[in-house]
């Protein structure tokens, strides 16, 4: 057998070397970048149309390696790579152009050739090139006929100046991942699963996940830089009594190789994950309930993201649909006077953990910029990407996607900041303090919630749902906790965010993945744990399914 198999079957190499040098990489694909970018300035115009004023490229090549396992047993293993286009072309003028919320809309993978190809690359650019300046017309006269109807109003500038240009050239750098390592880490971490024979379902999945980003812009920007996250994520899906399925799952995001958690952290976690799901099994349904609640962190996160962060991404205030909760509302309250709220892309950091939602530029060229959202209380700013909104006629670096879609200002590190906290024991006492004052039977603490939406559009309720998974009530009598399940909350922003009462000295790192109009990218949340006066919760709809006819196998003596 030839050495270089063996040698790939156990190692997967991320380097210059083995990427086609990529040094040489890089050249090749500014120059063909470069090349189209200029061609198509100087000459590509239709009819008596005007020639674009503004045109950005980018490229990103991903590189992925996965492994998948469940009970012990190997389910996947993937190492692949592939490199994907994004193009935006500008038709008119910054004051009035082809731009629109929708102007982008074949929001698919443009896959262009992983082969540095000088030929190739062009004209997977040109093609692209030419079908995005064709709709920029169209979209640009369907635009002029809505303002000159009435439809629609045009109060704003379409593009504001850029920073001055930047160029910056990042080093690849090199990975090594040892992918036997891997699926032997999964079978281990996976088999520990048998310990609850109960579970449905269980799997173990490790990922590793590397972009080298190629951007380019007529404006003079031109960067190159790579983003690294790896995920261990521990999933378990487990049925009750009842037949509802119950799901559950630990994820852990990181940067770099040496925050790699360690064999028994990874398992000490699995066996957190295997006595939740365990309690969560046996726990009663809740009523729907009026009353005073504790968010943990995590909880915290999801709500403060959701019926406020949102809401303060500024490209929706330019949106004819949009609700615009806040359009009004800068120079006013909208918290109470102890709360701050800071988005920060430049913050790399924090309590020495690496911060998933760092860049240094966004998706349009721009520096990111520590952003101040909320001080005291008082609405300062919005997430800004290059179209104008209000007074703001600059971008603050928020414009983000992911490489697939039209970049809009979105969150990163998303920051909650406190001038009240009480530590746990006093948050708690005062959780029981505000259950008798009410005269209420029981209070809330939320530990842990699957997932939080929310609605933004003028034509819909302007609300946000969350639905927990593990929440306790609390019994003013004595403290006691008593876990329940089958809740959901219901909120309106400005009203359940000013019931916040006090919150936790706790502050924690929440990151995960945020899905919206220009696609999933990583975001952060840093936040306490809250008290608010009151929430609403309700209970939520159960699907309910025959539990399984037999007990699931069993391992026999000596097995594995």
């Known amino acids: 057998m030839n050495f270089a198999l063996v040698f790939w079957a156990f190692i997967f190499l991320i380097s210059p070397a083995l990427c086609g040098a990529a040094e040489n990489a890089s050249a090749i694909i500014f120059k063909a970048m470069g090349d189209e970018m200029q061609r198509s300035m100087n000459r590509l115009q239709i009819d008596k149309f005007p020639r674009p004023y503004f045109i950005n490229y980018q490229i990103r090549h991903h590189h992925r390696v996965q492994v998948m396992a469940s009970l012990g047993a190997l389910l996947d293993s993937i190492a692949n790579e592939k490199r994907t286009l994004f193009v935006n072309v500008r038709v008119g003028e910054p004051v009035f152009d082809s731009s629109t919320p929708e102007s982008h809309k074949r929001g698919v993978e443009q896959f262009i050739p992983l082969d540095n190809k000088l030929l190739s690359l062009k004209h997977a650019i040109w093609r692209e090139t030419d079908l995005r300046y064709k709709q920029a017309v169209m979209n640009l006269l369907k635009k002029q006929g809505r303002v000159f109807s009435g439809v629609e109003k045009h109060e704003w500038s379409d593009f504001a100046k850029g920073n001055s240009p930047v160029v910056q050239i990042n080093k690849v750098p090199s990975i090594a991942i040892d992918i036997q390592k891997w699926k032997n880490l999964a079978r281990k971490v996976s088999a520990s699963f048998q310990e609850v024979p109960e579970l449905g379902k ?107 962060g949102h809401r303060l991404e500024g490209d929706r205030l330019r949106k004819t649909s949009d609700g615009k909760t806040f359009l009004k509302k800068l120079g006013a309250p909208i918290l109470p006077d102890f709360l701050s709220i800071v988005d920060d892309p430049t913050l790399q950091k924090f309590n020495n953990q690496n911060l998933i939602g760092y860049y240094q530029f966004d998706d349009e ?196």
């Open 365 to 560: 060229g721009q520096k990111g910029e520590k952003t101040i959202l909320v001080e005291q209380g008082i609405l300062k700013n919005f997430l800004l990407s290059r179209a104008p909104v209000l007074k703001f006629k600059k971008s603050n670096g928020h414009a983000r996607s992911d490489g697939i879609r039209a970049p809009m200002s979105r969150m990163s590190t998303f920051i909650v900041r406190s001038d009240n906290t009480l530590s746990k024991d006093q948050l708690k006492q005062r959780l029981i303090d505000e259950i008798k004052r009410q005269n209420k039977p029981y209070g809330f603490i939320v530990n842990k919630m699957i997932s939080g939406e929310t609605f933004t559009e003028g034509r819909d309720i302007q609300v946000f749902k969350g639905r927990p998974l593990y929440v306790s009530k609390v019994f003013p009598e004595d403290g006691r906790e008593e876990i329940v399940r089958g809740v959901e909350f219901l909120g309106t922003p400005l009203s359940m965010v000013n019931k916040i009462i006090v919150t936790g000295e706790d502050v924690e790192v929440v990151s995960g993945f945020c899905g919206a109009e220009s696609g999933d990218i990583p975001v952060t949340t840093i936040a306490p744990s809250v008290l608010l006066s009151e929430v609403e919760l309700q209970t939520s709809h159960d699907i309910s399914l025959r539990l399984p006819i037999l007990p699931p196998p069993v391992p026999e003596p000596g097995t594995h």
């Open 202 to 308: 269980s799997r173990v999945k490790i990922i590793f996940d590397q972009t080298i980003r190629y951007y380019l812009d007529t404006d003079g920007n031109k960067i190159q830089d790579v983003t690294q996250l790896y995920r261990v994520v521990m999933d378990a899906w487990m049925k009750n009594p009842s037949g509802v399925q119950l799901h559950d799952q630990e994820f852990i995001y990181f940067t770099e190789p040496k925050e790699f958690p360690s064999d028994q952290e990874l398992m000490r976690k699995a066996k957190n994950l295997m006595k939740s799901m365990i309690a969560l099994k046996t726990a009663p349904k809740a009523e729907p309930h009026v009353g005073p609640v504790i968010f943990s962190p995590e909880a915290t996160a999801i709500l403060f993201h959701e019926a406020l």
